[in-house]
């Protein structure tokens, strides 16, 4: 009898109890003694043939450390207002330790003072600002190759003072 096709059907299985499984179809076969051996043999093809284990890299958020802002388009849900469609998007910025939110509708696209008015707003709701703020980069910043502000504009987090991280 292998002991794999058993594993296979249930990789939880402990060594205990397939050496139980195995000494009551063989008896004279298995001794309470090959256990450690058993313990060995299953680690080992747990490793190599087993189910796939679970990747996680556990988050720590420092107090005021972080905030993180977004534009989500809206225009998939189709809502309108007396019948005629609402084009909008929103802004989300959230406190990444409390999980403080700031949700605010904006008109007109997407765009740096959309994003500047934001922050601004959600700070000022916030009572405060974080250290550093990571934005999502895809839908206004890849538009704008260069990535920077407008000249005659001051970017929010400058006036702010919080560095960005993308």
């Not at 450690?36 to 958020?61: C, I, N, S, Y």
């Amino acid at each position: 009898m292998q002991i794999a096709p058993l594993l296979k059907k249930a990789p939880k299985l402990m060594a205990i109890t397939l050496l139980r499984k195995l000494q009551d179809d063989h008896p004279e076969c298995f001794p309470d003694g090959m256990l450690r051996t058993l313990q060995r043999h299953v680690r080992q093809w747990r490793a190599m043939e087993g189910p796939p284990k679970e990747v996680f890299f556990p988050q720590d958020h420092a107090p005021g450390h972080r905030g993180l802002s977004d534009l989500t388009a809206m225009g998939a849900l189709r809502i309108t207002i007396g019948g005629t469609a609402f084009a909008h998007i929103l802004y989300h910025f959230v406190l990444a330790f409390s999980r403080w939110e700031h949700v605010e509708v904006v008109e007109g696209g997407e765009s740096i003072e959309a994003l500047s008015k934001g922050l601004q707003n959600a700070l000022w709701q916030a009572g405060g600002r974080p250290v550093a703020r990571r934005r999502n980069t895809a839908p206004t910043a890849c538009r704008q190759p260069s990535r920077t502000w407008p000249r005659k504009k001051t970017s929010p987090c400058a006036t702010w003072r919080c560095s960005v991280t993308a």
